[in-house]
């Protein structure tokens, strides 16, 4: 199935990936595929806070 439209975080690049937590659509930058997270699911979840950027 293929997604697509802007990043829900960021909202300057293309929006790739589902966030399995909240259905948020974000890009590349902004999703932990091993977790399955956007970066504001995951920075509730980890120490680091809403909205960072996974590395």
Same mark, same amino acid.
Request: aromatic share 6%; with cysteine.
């Given at each position: 199935?293929? !997604?697509?439209?802007?990043?829900?975080?960021?909202? /300057?690049?293309? $929006?790739?990936?589902?966030? #399995?937590?909240?259905?948020?659509? !974000?890009? /590349? #930058?902004?999703?932990?595929?091993?977790?399955?997270?956007?970066? @504001?699911? /995951?920075?509730?979840?980890?120490? $680091? $806070?809403?909205? @960072?950027?996974?590395?």
């Amino acid at each position: 199935m293929s !997604v697509g439209g802007l990043c829900q975080i960021c909202e /300057a690049k293309e $929006g790739r990936f589902t966030c #399995d937590n909240c259905g948020a659509l !974000v890009c /590349a #930058d902004h999703y932990d595929e091993s977790e399955g997270f956007c970066a @504001r699911c /995951a920075g509730t979840i980890e120490e $680091g $806070g809403p909205g @960072r950027t996974l590395e």
